[in-house]
């Protein structure tokens, strides 16, 4: 399992941070060397980028997306690589395939957003957190304040890709709508499975 690249994707109100921290503590119970990690980054873009999300956006979703893609450059150069190379297991809340469908359901190019992340690797294994649409309305409902990306019409149209990417090859689809403890358990089955470690 070690110098492995797992990312776990969703819309917003999935639960993929939670889970995605819930799989990290795992590893690392289990013995294993984890960075767990998460696009935005905290480091100098990542922190403009959120300042935007929190706000009304501020800027085209193309000046945008072109700050998601060089927080990637820099999350992938000074974070991911690095542990990669050290052995490490890096556990990644959110990568290029936000971009993807956060960009296409905001009206950009498909074939643009890819160009803009071709040079990116693909991770080794792909969790897709992927609940109902109605139970990510209400989670994000539940919210004490919405960012820019959580307003209903946006949230329906990237839910919609979601569910084209859950059809995708290599993809571990999770429904994470129910008991924690539970859906915790079947992501490390199912991810377990395809490493081909014992469960």
Request: aromatic content about 10%.
């Amino acid at each position: 399992m070690s110098g492995k690249f797992i990312v776990f994707e969703g819309p917003d109100g999935s639960g993929k941070t939670l889970h995605s921290t819930l799989f990290a503590e795992r590893l690392r119970k289990e013995g294993h060397d984890v960075l767990h990690t998460v696009e935005p980054t905290k480091g100098p873009i990542g922190k403009q980028i959120r300042e935007f999300i929190a706000g009304d956006g501020g800027v085209s979703h193309e000046v945008m997306q072109l700050l998601f893609s060089a927080d990637r450059g820099w999350h992938l150069e000074k974070e991911v690589q690095p542990a990669l190379q050290a052995g490490k297991t890096v556990v990644s809340d959110r990568y290029y395939y936000s971009t993807f469908m956060y960009g296409e359901a905001a009206g950009l190019s498909s074939d643009w957003l890819r160009l803009l992340n071709a040079y990116y690797p693909r991770p080794d294994y792909i969790v897709l957190a992927l609940p109902s649409m109605e139970v990510c309305s209400n989670r994000i409902g539940g919210r004490a304040s919405q960012e820019v990306f959580e307003k209903r019409a946006f949230q329906e149209r990237t839910y919609r890709l979601y569910e084209h990417m859950a059809r995708e090859p290599g993809v571990i689809v999770i429904d994470t709508g129910g008991n924690k403890d539970e859906v915790a358990q079947e992501i490390w089955e199912r991810v377990m499975e395809r490493v081909g470690a014992p469960v």
